[in-house]
């Protein structure tokens, strides 16, 4: 398809584990978002990528949490030493990078439950 | 600190009737805003915005509000149909800063037959 791809859809691990979350962004699209929704908040942005500048990483919540975009394309957020308060589905959002014009295209998002 | 409120995680409307879902920021420097709606599974996805020169956007039977007196925006669906029912997440932006976008926690809507 078309639309954002993330990976895996559902992922359950043990408290101290790392994980890698994967992104695939629309064909084009520069600019590259990651929010996670914890139970009853609202989506909560974590970093943001634009083209070839330096990553917004001022949404990460803690050096845990890292995220990489390579070649432009394909993104992965890696949470190390996972805890339970981590738990949430993590959102990958794509734009055309048109600040403030720019519709966000979000994945389906994966469900990450640290037990 | 949650700039961006939607005070109401749920509401129940009747097949034909109005749905009118509220949001409340507190940012004043916001000025674009948004509304998602989000389908169990799936990502949010767009609806409708509005930017704050304008107080009332309108497309087919959605149409986004504005009230910047009040820091209120409200989106109207009118006839609401049952493929309406999802969650609806209100956001809000300043224009040349897209990674600054604050979303609030979402309403449930169901339309019931």
């Known amino acids: 398809g078309a639309g954002v791809s993330q990976s895996p859809s559902n992922k359950v691990t043990e408290k101290g584990k790392d994980v890698e979350l994967r992104c695939d962004p629309i064909?084009?699209?520069?600019?590259l978002y990651w929010y996670r929704q914890s139970l009853g908040q609202g989506l909560e942005f974590l970093i943001y990528?634009?083209?070839?500048?330096?990553?917004?990483k001022s949404g990460l919540p803690s050096d845990r949490f890292s995220a990489e975009r390579t070649g432009g394309s394909v993104s992965t957020l890696t949470i190390q030493r996972t805890q339970q308060e981590d738990s949430a589905v993590y959102l990958c959002?794509?734009?055309?990078?048109?600040?403030?014009?720019?519709?966000?295209?979000f994945g389906p998002g994966t469900r990450l439950l640290v037990l | 600190d949650q700039q961006v409120k939607q005070n109401s995680p749920s509401l129940s409307v009747q097949e034909g009737r109005i749905s009118i879902l509220n949001c409340d920021y507190t940012?004043?420097?916001?000025?674009?805003f948004l509304w998602y709606k989000k389908y169990p599974a799936e990502g949010p996805t767009f609806l409708i915005s509005?930017?704050?020169?304008?107080d009332k956007n309108e497309d087919g039977r959605f149409t986004v509000f504005l009230n910047k007196s009040a820091k209120h925006l409200s989106l109207h669906i009118v006839p609401s149909q049952p493929g309406d029912s999802a969650v609806y997440f209100c956001?809000?932006?300043?224009?040349?800063?897209?990674?600054?976008?604050?979303f609030g926690a979402g309403t449930r809507l169901t339309v019931k037959p």
């Open positions: 990528f634009q083209g070839n500048s330096a990553p917004d």
């Open positions: 959002a794509s734009s055309l990078g048109l600040a403030g014009a720019g519709t966000q295209y």
């Open positions: 064909s084009g699209h520069t600019a």
């Open positions: 940012n004043s420097m916001f000025d674009y």
């Open positions: 956001a809000a932006s300043r224009k040349g800063n897209n990674n600054d976008m604050r």
């Open positions: 509005i930017s704050s020169i304008k």
